[in-house]
């Protein structure tokens, strides 16, 4: 990792200079002159690109070029500023660089809504192929959501002097990511499980939708007694990314073979109080759980059940993901037990 930068004192007094003549200089000319004075004294002779950033590194991909008219691309960023302080570090190395790693962190492509986002993100993708990544400066000026015809334009709208350094790798680029999520869905539970497991239905929402596969052994339990509305289950879970990145479980031992172990938590199988409707299935006396989980447990029916269940982020954590382990648009796995009945 390159060691981090010193402002040098001429930087400092530039942007002291730019203070005190802010009356007659904008921000965004402050914001130029200093970047122009750091990069002739960090990186000579590179130059911004017609897009506007300064391409550091670059180690092209192979795969499609980047389009702008995609709505969607499969991106790992890590971000810093000039003096090199990370404020994301998304690749692993980094993280690990960083002493920052957690085998709780999701560190792959995530799902990125690249038109919504920030003018430099798409300065720097211009150009990319899929399977490539790239390092550069992004202006401050380019750090906005919203898009001028002209760098003039960006200048005259700057209002901050900050500059940040982006590691972009670029894995690829989706037009639909509800048709990518049910077909690496599918893909998954076909690779995996073969034909045992299939599209299955908990709602209208999920009746002939491919975004709930669902599979058990509850054929095994032909004449056993169904569990009744309101019973109280004992479950164990785990949950997992399609990588096989596991990022719950209330088994010990699962949670310590994956490093996710946490020692101020009890690892304990949790209660399940059924119900007429998979909306009011509960944990442990809360309702507030994701619908595909709630979906497959209303599918269970027998005491020492296991099954699995795989669905998309609309019946999951959506758009938003969840903390540091969940990305955006993410489809999960569920491996459940109905260990036995609650005390």
């Known amino acids: 990792m390159r060691k981090h930068i010193i402002f040098t004192l ?19 000319s402050v914001a130029q002159e200093y970047l122009s004075l750091w990069m002739q004294e960090y990186h000579p002779g590179i130059s911004a690109t017609s897009t506007g950033v300064y391409i550091l590194e670059d180690e092209p991909g192979t795969g499609d070029v980047w389009d702008k008219d995609k709505l969607y691309s499969m991106l790992i960023i890590s971000i810093r500023t000039l003096d090199g302080t990370y404020s994301s570090a998304g690749h692993m190395e980094i993280a690990k660089q960083l002493g920052t790693y957690s085998n709780s962190n999701y560190y792959g492509p995530a799902i990125t809504y690249t038109s919504s986002g920030y003018a430099g993100l798409e300065a720097i993708l211009t150009g990319m192929r899929a399977g490539g990544s790239r390092t550069a400066v992004v202006p401050s000026w380019l750090l906005t959501t919203n898009r001028y015809n002209t760098i003039k334009e960006y200048l005259d709208a700057c209002s901050s002097t900050t500059h940040l350094i982006y590691s972009v790798s670029f894995d690829g680029q989706t037009d639909d990511v509800d048709d990518w999520e049910e077909d690496t869905v599918r893909e998954y539970a076909l690779e995996n499980y073969g034909s045992d497991m299939r599209p ?144």
């Open 10 to 28: 001429a930087a400092a007094c530039l942007l002291a200079a730019g203070c005190a003549q802010k009356n007659t200089t904008t921000t965004g």
């Open 200 to 343: 299955a239905s908990f709602n209208d929402v999920t009746k002939e939708a491919e975004i709930f596969y669902f599979m058990s052994d509850a054929a095994s339990y032909a004449g056993a007694d169904t569990l009744e509305t309101g019973a109280k289950v004992l479950l164990n879970y785990t949950g997992r990314l399609l990588n096989g990145q596991v990022f719950d479980t209330t088994i010990e031992k699962v949670a310590k073979d994956n490093g996710i172990y946490d020692k101020t938590r009890t690892y304990a199988p949790v209660t399940i109080t059924t119900a007429s409707s998979y909306e009011n299935y509960a944990l442990n006396g809360s309702t507030s759980l994701v619908d595909g989980f709630k979906g497959a447990l209303s599918k269970m029916k027998y005491v020492g059940e296991k099954a699995v269940t795989v669905f998309t982020s609309e019946l999951g954590y959506d758009y938003s993901g969840s903390g540091s382990g969940i990305p955006p648009y993410a489809p999960l796995r569920f491996d459940l037990e109905y260990v036995s009945l609650s005390n």
